[in-house]
T-cell receptor, first 115, second 108 residues
Framework: ETGVTQTPRHLVMGMTNKKSLKCEQH?????MYWYKQSAKKPLELMFV???????ENNSVPSRFSPECPNSSHLFLHLHTLQPEDSALYLC??????????????FGEGSWLTVV | DAKTTQPNSMESNEEEPVHLPCNHS???????IHWYRQLPSQGPEYVIH???SNVNNRMASLAIAEDRKSSTLILHRATLRDAAVYYC?????????FGKGTKLSVKP
């Protein structure tokens, strides 16, 4: 069992659909993250949750709606997406406070295609 | 956030050492230097991190300049499985900011 598990691994959705990406971490961490990786672009940090509270939203459009019901689970709810939102969505977790350079552990990502 | 400069790409031969450089001249005193790598079709994975002293682990070594404005990730014997994009990320917070990294190719 990997430390950070993402489902589904692949998702194809229409622009009018509503879908969700799920992330679960088994590492006992208290912070979780959503990153987006578009083709040929660096990873972009989207959201940060510390102790279930959102602490960062990097100007992400409202068609992306995160939810963190507890420290182990993180969701990204998707609705009325655009084709340019097609990307690899990566979930990660870490321990905070970020002492001694604590590391971030990533899941394998969910490949999203918007048609 | 500290700005980083890494070569876009590097090539190595299998079984040879690889030195991946990174410049981070605006690094703050409390920033650690993190290195992650991303294999094709996978999420990034942690490689190594350090603050001031050189660091070694089973994957790699990290050499940090005395002024901390640059660092070098050292893979002692590159294998084909080391072909990946390597990211150098100075930071002290949990929200690490990834740049474009260095794409390492390993030739058999």
């Amino acid at each position: 069992e990997t430390g950070v598990t993402q489902t589904p691994r692949h998702l194809v959705m229409g622009m009018t659909n509503k879908k969700s990406l799920k992330c679960e971490q088994h590492l006992g961490h208290n912070a979780m993250y959503w990153y987006k990786q578009s083709a040929k672009k660096p990873l972009e940090l989207m959201f940060v949750y510390n102790f279930k509270e959102q602490t960062e939203n990097n100007s992400v459009p409202s068609r992306f709606s995160p939810e963190c019901p507890n420290s182990s689970h993180l969701f990204l709810h998707l609705h009325t997406l655009q084709p340019e939102d097609s990307a690899l969505y990566l979930c990660a977790s870490s321990q905070v406070p970020f002492l001694d350079g604590n590391t971030i552990y990533f899941g394998e990502g969910s490949w999203l295609t918007v048609v | 956030d500290a700005k980083t400069t890494q070569p876009n790409s590097m090539e190595s031969n299998e079984e040879e050492p690889v030195h991946l450089p990174c410049n981070h001249s605006t690094i703050s005193g409390t920033d650690y230097i993190h290195w992650y790598r991303q294999l094709p079709s996978q999420g990034p994975e942690y490689v190594i991190h350090g603050l001031t002293s050189n660091v070694n682990n089973r994957m790699a070594s990290l050499a940090i300049a005395e002024d901390r404005k640059s660092s070098t990730l050292i893979l002692h014997r590159a294998t084909l499985r080391d072909a990946a994009v390597y990211y150098c990320i100075p930071g002290s917070q949990g929200n690490l900011i990834f740049g474009k990294g260095t794409k390492l190719s390993v030739k058999p």
